[in-house]
């Protein structure tokens, strides 16, 4: 469950004080007030009456012969009900998403409809991770400066529907006929894109989910809810890898992706919902309008943006950093993860169902951690702290890893199921809470730079380095990796004790934000 303090109007007639509630808002969509939130508010309430006991009269005065005027309370605040909307929409984003993992893996390292036979193919189809993510990023800027941010999430939302669906469709006629291309199986010239694809769309929505929602609370609030927020997509996200090997079962490989298709557009439902409620209420995250000469940008204009804001908020750049060595860190180990996996496990469809329930194992787990371990834990550590603590944890399995002559499957994916724990659940949180008491230029623009390019950037380059020895040296071992990725956790280790340095403590952070919103109030735009 998921406590989010939304606002009470006002009440009574004589301008009474706002009150607050907190709001737990169900992970299956249930939103309830629990009981000591319901008794916080009669408390409060009881508190605003006058000494002596009397009751102001004024304020419950009923007209002789008229009935007594009533008036209904929502249940629960805008902002809340704008957050609760817009985790759903991020949740069912999640829930394609993971449907659509395994089986892209699957396809891809398929020696009929993929490249199975080739040991350095998974890197060197992660080195068009980036220029892909750069593409959609470039993209965005421009649909954003156009359509502003609710404009931007609905389009690129139909935009990626609408690749995977068509993709989708594709690999079950090509496969279904036969069909070559140059003596090639038409499959492949699919698989390989749609892989990259995958791999690149996904942060480009979560960002935008995660931008909304990081607008609309507060530095405490975010500190205590992101991890539950981030605790519902873990829960549909599990839901997907433990039912993909039976739809897989029921409909086919390629039937199946059409699933990630429909809920993403199912998703746009939820979000505009939530950018209705904001706008309505007028908490709607805006951009500062710009002249018409700011608007005839160049095609770099998006990097330029990028370097000034990294020069205007050092954390950003600390960020930046640090995500290219956590993300390379996660190319390694995924990389080894693949190549164990190709070779213990050759059958397709159970291949997909074993990485189905592997990624629902790590949302399970990260699931608990978020609802139940970090939102308590962040209330006591500061958040600076948890940036260091993170990579140490990680390191102690690397290390492990690294020591052994020939890794099992099973070591080497509770590796890297340790990884993918933390960054969804503790370093996701920690990421988040960094934007939020920052501008608007920092929660929108920033945030896709670093969310998309950088997420990207980092796994690239780190693929380029692997196809670069592999062509130089031949085909790595199992270990040889282990070993990479071990050093590769130092560098991130040592990169987020930087980026610790720059975080704000919890104090700061809400000074920062009141502060962002007095300049709102003031005519100023986030």
Known sequence: MLEISGLVNSVGTNGSPVLQQALTIGRGGAVVVTASALASVVSTAIKDLPRGGDI???AIAVKKGAPPKTTSEPWIGPRAKAVFFMAVAMSLHYLGYSL????TISLFTSETSGYGKFAAAFPFAMAFVSPMSLGLLLGYGK???????RGA???STIFCATVVSCSAMAMNLFEAYGTLIMKVPAAKFVSGPLFV???SYVQLLTSQYWSFMASALTPSLSAKWFGPIAGLSSITSAVAGFFVSDIIDLIGISYSLLGTGVTLLISIFAAN???AISEEHGFSPVAKKHSRNDKQQKPMGMFETAVKLFARVPVLLKL??????SQGLITILNVAFVARLAHSIPADAERAGWVGKFFSTINIISMVLQFGILPPLLTIIEPKIMWRIVPFIAMMFTTFQASQPDPTLYVVSTTLLVMKVLEYSARRMLDEMVYVPLDFESRFVGKEVIGVFGYRLGKSLMSLGLSGITALFGDMGIQEYSILGAGINLLWFWASWS???????RKEAEEIYQQQRNKKKDGGKR
Do not use: C, Q, W
């Not at 649909?143 to 941010?149: A, E, F, Q, R, S």
């Not at 980026?499 to 403590?505: A, G, K, R």
């Open 197 to 199: 694809f995958r791999e």
């Open 273 to 275: 919902m939530a950018y």
């Open 320 to 325: 930046f950093i640090e995500i290219l060595a």
């Open 56 to 58: 102001n009269k004024k």
């Open 153 to 155: 999430l609905i389009r």
């Open 499 to 505: 980026l610790s340095n720059e975080v704000p403590t």
């Open 143 to 149: 649909v954003l400066d156009k359509h502003g941010p």
């Open 100 to 103: 659509a993992r395994p089986i």
